[in-house]
């Protein structure tokens, strides 16, 4: 089997450029951009890729095709390594990708337990109701919705806030499809915006801050741009808003026990990632998982509270409806931090797995050097950051910004931000363009579709150009680099 093996290794070895397997000293990198080991790696990402691209059509869970595909193509690193000698540059270049993903999933775990725990208080829920029994104007749902997605979507995600205000929108609009239509447009780029600007407004900026390329504060400085590349589109659209106020829906909603607290619990963890991160310099994972901890324990004493409160008719009901209860979940439960985060996106932790370890993989083999060249060399940093913004509307933007911080070309703050600013609000362009246009077609199905937000893509990209330009006109004087702080 041994002799097989080796076989193999040397046949590929024989279809492969000689230069390419020249020992390495000291582990150093080698370039594998046109060895069979590359080319076939590139073959197995685009492949994976296509998958993920035809997730809606396939019905396959866009994490599948990609950690299978990271799996391949560090298999194929590895054997071209080992192939010239190294056994060392490859594994550690694959620790270091393993490190980035660790710190990224605690940090993304414990923020989706949050959301989730604030959603089982029906916090959500009460806002929604709130909104829906206001009795506001067509109108004044279009601009509170969006407003309202631009302001928290820097602290919950995008897909959360998007699919509750397009809640709000289909119950106080039910049959009038082309108010949902635009307000659905204009939902989904406020919330694409309003993440821009935030650290925790999207995986991307997540992404920014922990690399240590611009610093917690200097995000703020994108408030205006993406304020911007909102309000433009938002103001051209609004014209299509015809007056008119529908009849307000009775829905209030009571925020249970605990709901505001656990709320005011997430800002305090937020705020311990940004100090344990700006004063301790250590990675801000430390505060979150701090916080969760507090969540966990103040969670005990909520399903304590619960369990106590419960009358003894209930209990015995409990008691009479046992043989169901071995095989039927009950609809109400007492409080459980664990299923806030069973209930965590764990199809994007594991896409997310799959991205990095990919994209790392082609990074070792030497393709994002060659991609850096020709991009931030060739077209220069700022027509560059533009095109990542315009191949996110295509291309998930995760891989991407990862890609650009693989590359890590040297750029002063102004262009770091420009990239964060166009990689967030690039998705905005097309529906498929980001996880929030994806999730309001399937929640507005047949009237929120791709070629509906097509018809009005060009104002969308008369945002995106007038955020870009007025982003180069505020901050194109920001010339230091960013550092970890």
């Given at each position: 089997m041994?002799?097989?093996?080796l076989?193999l290794?040397t ?5 492969s ?15 594998l ?8 790696a590139?073959?197995v ?5 296509a ?14 095709p990609v ?6 193509i ?9 192939m010239?000698?190294?056994t060392?540059y ?12 660790g710190?990224?999933?605690?940090f993304?775990?414990v ?5 989730n725990?604030?959603q ?9 109701g ?5 009795g506001f104007?067509?109108r ?7 407003l ?5 979507s820097p602290?919950?995600?995008?897909l959360?806030?998007?699919l509750i ?8 609009a039910?049959g ?6 635009v307000?659905?447009i204009n939902i989904v ?10 650290p ?15 610093h917690?504060?200097?995000f703020?400085?994108l ?7 909102w ?10 808003v ?6 307000a829906?009775?829905e ?11 709320l ?19 990675p801000p ?9 507090l969540?966990?324990l ?7 509270c619960?369990l106590?409160d419960s ?8 008691e009479?409806?046992e ?5 039927y979940?009950p609809?109400h ?7 806030s985060?069973?209930r965590a ?6 896409f ?7 994209v790392?993989g082609l990074?070792?083999i030497?393709y ?6 020709q ?7 700022t027509?560059?950051?533009i095109?990542?913004g ?6 998930d933007?995760?891989?991407v910004?990862?890609a650009?911080?693989t ?10 931000l ?7 609000v ?9 996880a929030?246009?994806?999730?309001l077609m399937g929640?507005a199905r047949?009237?929120?579709t ?5 018809k009005?893509?060009w104002?969308?990209a008369?945002?995106y ?5 007025v982003?180069l ?5 920001l ?6 702080g």
């Open positions: 041994n002799k097989i093996f076989g290794l046949l590929a070895g024989l279809l450029p000689c230069e390419v397997f020249a020992a390495a000293s000291g582990g150093a990198a080698v370039d951009t046109h060895s069979a080991f590359g080319i076939a590139l073959v990402f685009v492949t994976a890729y998958l993920v691209i035809a997730e809606e059509f396939l019905h396959l869970r866009k994490s599948k950690v299978v595909a990271a799996g391949v560090w298999a194929l690193v590895g054997i071209a390594y080992v010239q000698g190294d060392g490859a594994a550690d270049q694959l620790r270091h990708n393993l490190l980035e993903y710190e990224l999933l605690l993304l775990l923020a989706m337990t949050f959301i725990t604030l089982e208080r029906d916090l959500f829920n009460a806002l929604r709130w909104l829906i029994s206001a104007s067509l004044g749902i279009f601009w509170l919705t969006g309202l997605a631009f302001f928290i602290i919950a995600d995008n959360t806030t998007a205000m397009a809640a709000v929108v289909m119950a106080v039910a009038n499809p082309a108010f949902i239509t307000a659905c780029v406020a919330a694409n915006a309003g993440g821009a600007f935030s925790f407004g999207d995986i991307t900026t997540l992404m920014v801050w922990q690399k240590g390329v611009v917690f504060w200097d703020f400085h408030f205006i741009p993406a304020a911007i590349n309000l433009v589109p938002a103001a051209i659209m609004s014209c299509a015809a007056k008119g106020k529908p009849t829906v009775q209030r909603v009571p925020v249970k026990p605990g709901g505001y607290l656990i005011a619990l997430f800002l305090f963890t937020i705020a311990m990632a940004v100090s344990f991160h700006n004063f301790l310099h250590f994972v430390i505060g979150m998982m701090t916080g969760l901890g969540l966990s103040y969670g005990y004493r909520l399903r304590q619960e106590h009358s003894s008719a209930g209990r015995q009901q409990l009479l409806d043989p169901l209860r071995r095989y979940k609809r439960r007492p409080f459980d931090i664990f299923i985060m069973k996106e764990w199809d994007t932790l594991m997310f797995y799959g991205v990095i370890l990919c790392g990074g070792t030497g994002l050097a060659l991609v850096s060249e991009l931030y060399v060739g077209l220069g940093p027509w560059a950051n095109l990542v315009l191949l996110s509307a295509v291309v933007n995760i891989p910004m990862y650009v911080l590359m890590n070309p040297d750029m002063p703050l102004s262009q770091w420009l990239v964060t600013l166009t990689a967030g690039g998705g905005s362009l097309l529906s498929i363009g980001s929030a246009g994806v999730a929640q047949g009237v929120y791709f070629f509906s937000h097509l009005w893509t104002a969308v008369l945002g150009a007038a955020s870009i330009w982003h006109l505020l901050n194109g004087h010339q230091h680099a960013g550092a970890a």
